[in-house]
């Protein structure tokens, strides 16, 4: 719970579906005789794009491994389809010994055997394609396996032409047990020092992450030309973009300089899940030095051009950051771009429904971003999912059922996790020998891990729910039973069928689509109400009860009269006749168009 909770607190760093109605109703055309609005359309995907995460260790297993797989993927891409999803983000699937499950990379330009071939992976990307959604890759750039080529050459002598790749130093005068002292008190993210000592070369390296994840040295230009590299290797088999993983902590501060120690309020030392005490993250996090290297990157991802594979590429950024001031400089400027799409999670990870905060982060992003395109996003495969974090435990679907209609109602790109739209719940290990996710090993038992979020997608009902005939990598929650595809397809009232036409009206009422953001009602402690307005077009008003009591919401002072007609509501509320009198069940949700 820690991490996830400093994750959120931003303390650690830690895509063919054009909005345009027409176009949804096109026939898919081949690239070469793509209209002038299609064209268009290809270029701005990602502007009001669905982007659905893929954690493909546990979405479809195809060969009774337990443990999911590319093949997998393609033959569930007519459910992502379906669904309305534009681009499917799939959490690394390069090889790697699976110690961050994928995020300690050891060859980058290569897929996991446990995953596929890159033969399965090209079938994967054409099949998309077929189906007009786009797939992203993760790319970790921070720090590599400690079994890539690059740091088995690195740590092999000071000497070698690769030791300049990775961050070593010295350590501090020696210890009694005869080994110098690590040069500082950064820690890692995942608990204890960020020092690694190397008795064969008698030096310490830096690891923001775990022990077996070195951070690369960015103040080395070979390993830019590396990643330029790798990136184009992945955009010349018809990759749609990147998310950059853990993209803020590229840096450390050259001095080595101690980070603060973070006191409470009576000035004692906060101690963390781990033990140790914890620190204010200044000296490795968020540095200066990344935005270049990111106008580096997006510079090289624009400069690609390939008739194969029209449209931009998007670059996304893992951007836990703690106000709207740095997140507004991650998309850089008009001359010098950098994220097209950093991850907005400041409002997703308020972690609680408080009206007054979530209406200051919608506006932010409106207003405090430069007019650029928020990337809105609830959940990962970092953090507890939806149910643990904003659940009561009596409404958790209806809840859901909110947090959806803010994520894909507001204006912007939306970004949820594989099993949010089937109100997947958090399972998290009761026993520390069941753990998978070494911190949940080394925090338990107040760190668990991630192991919770990360249980298989639930399709059926049968054993394997679907996901396996073998045995799950983790356990297939007693919950599955009743959240899964098959039952919630069947039923319209479902938080699967509410994510569907959400997405829908996203895609074919303009307002709902492009439309600019305006908080009404904004007195309002209890509902959270906003109006989707764009030139020409009916505006849509959307209203969100964040209590469990019923209430009812008056719009019609914000200069709204006329007659507001249902485009969606919570199952079995009432329409309201007018915008003056708009009536809300517990957790209730109503969404109209103003004529
Ligand atoms: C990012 C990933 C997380 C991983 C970490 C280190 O935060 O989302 O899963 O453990 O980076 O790569
Ligand atoms: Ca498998």
Redesign the pocket.
Known sequence: MQLRKALAMGV???FWGGMAAAAQAAPAQPAQQASAASQADERDWWKNAVIYEIYPRSFQDTNGDGVGDLQGITRRLDYLKDLGVDAIWLTPIYPSPQI?FG?DISDYKAIDPRYGTLADFDLLVSQARKRHIRVIMDM?M??TSDKHKWFLQSRSSRENPYRDWYVWHDGKKQTAEGKPAPPNNWQSYFGHSAWQWDENTRQYYYHK?YIQ?PDLNWENPKVHEAFKDVIDFWMKRGVAGFRF??ITTLFEDPKLTDEGIVKDKAGKPVINAYGDPKLDDTKTNNLPGVHPVMREMRAAMDAFNSDAFPGTRVLIG?TYLTNIGDLAKQYGSAEKPEFHLPMDTQLGFINKLDVAEFRVKLSDVETRIGGNTPLLVFD???NPRLDARYGDGAHDVDIERVLATVLFASRGTALFYYGDEIGMKTTPPTRKQDVKDPIGITGWPKEKGRDGERTPMQWDVRPGAGFTTGTPWLPIPESSKQANVEVEKSNANSIFAWYQRLIRLKKVNPAFAMGDNTMLDTSNTHVLSWERKTPGQPAVVISVNFTAGPQTVNLSGGGLSGKVRTLLKTPGAADPATPGSIPLGAFGVFIGQVE
């Open positions: 650690m760093v830690l961050d995020y970790v921070n720090h992450f994840q993983d853990a893992e990962n495969h970092d």
